[in-house]
């Protein structure tokens, strides 16, 4: 089987795919060809009709700027579905894609990077690769998860390789020079989603008898960042700082988050959040926009004010 990789050379395009073909026509098309990425029996919204045809256009092969994966299951990930061939796909194998902070410019500080897509593709571009790249720049390192989605996974597979890539990521903190109480999560959309389910909600704490010495350490997030979206918090007290960006326009999205503002208040958990009243969802870091584009900053001086992050550089950390 043919596995592709989810960074395409020409990631726009799938955008303009959506107009140009018919997803019946394509899903019939798909339904007798091999699976692609994952998706058993062709695509089944618009979302993985462009995922499908980015990849096509992609081909096999490494993309250049972009690390190898690291699989959080070598040996095969729980409750991994191969296809009809017995094959498992790159979907199948949740991954972090790793982005260290370079050497003379490490706070310590990394986050685990969960990119949006609605729970049937990752937008690991402008959700992932890019905020990486920026949380480098601001000396802290970025892994971007490629955790499992639909139709073939539900949520609670997603929850599972998020919590194995915080234990895998505090597990290599020496490696990568990071300090491992300043570990963060950040999601977009349906990654906040899974942020709130498996950092806010469903909490899992070390466990130093675990036969797999990457379940012991905790997985439990230091400090958080949700972007258009979240979950209603269960039990605030126990929820991370968190910092939050959205827009009153995006309301189907705003409105989880308030509750999570709110809770978290309530609670005496820090949290920030910046609403502005216009822009549509899935805004990512929108570079150049006068009012969009500040949450990036934003957030990186909540974190500094907030002592998650040291000001400067620290000293005598190994950045790979």
């Known amino acids: 089987m043919k596995t592709f990789s989810p960074f395409s050379r020409a990631s726009l395009v799938a955008v303009t795919l959506l107009g140009a073909f018919d997803l019946t026509a394509i899903t019939a098309r798909a339904a007798d060809e091999p699976a692609i990425g994952g998706i058993l029996g062709g695509p089944k919204n618009p979302g993985q009709v462009a995922y499908v045809e980015q990849a096509k256009l992609m081909g096999p092969g490494p993309v250049s700027g972009i690390p190898e994966p690291i699989l959080l299951w070598p040996n095969g990930a729980p409750g991994a579905v191969a296809d009809a061939n017995g094959a498992f796909g790159d979907e199948d194998k949740p991954a972090l894609y790793i982005f260290p902070a370079a050497k003379g410019n490490n706070t310590g500080a990394a986050f685990l990077v969960l990119a949006g897509g609605g729970f049937t593709n990752r937008c690991m571009d402008n959700e992932g690769v890019q905020i990486a790249k920026f949380l480098n720049r601001n000396g802290m390192a ?3 998860l490629r955790y499992r989605i639909g139709p073939n996974y539900q949520r609670t597979a997603s929850q599972l390789d998020a919590h194995r890539a915080m234990r895998y990521i505090r597990a290599h903190a020496a490696e990568y020079g990071i ?3 300043r570990l963060g999560v950040i999601g977009f959309s349906a990654g906040s989603e899974l942020e709130g389910d498996a950092f806010f909600n469903n909490i899992a704490e070390a466990d130093p008898t675990a036969a797999d ?9 230091n400090f958080a960042a949700l972007i258009y979206g979240g979950r209603n918090p269960q039990k605030p007290a126990d929820a991370p700082p968190t910092f939050m960006f959205n827009t009153i326009e995006d309301g189907g999205h705003l409105t989880p988050e308030i509750q999570v503002m709110n ?8 949290v920030e959040a910046h609403f502005y009243q216009v822009g549509p969802h899935g805004t990512s870091m929108s570079p150049g926009d006068p009012q969009l584009g500040q949450w990036p900053e934003l957030m990186v001086k909540w974190l500094k004010v907030g002592g998650y992050v040291p000001v400067n550089a620290v000293a005598g950390f190994k950045a790979r």
């Open 263 to 270: 809770a978290l208040r309530t609670a005496g958990v820090p």
């Open 179 to 181: 300090v491992p109480d």
């Open 213 to 221: 010495p990457l379940d012991r350490p905790s997985a439990r997030a």
């Open 142 to 144: 970025g892994f971007v």
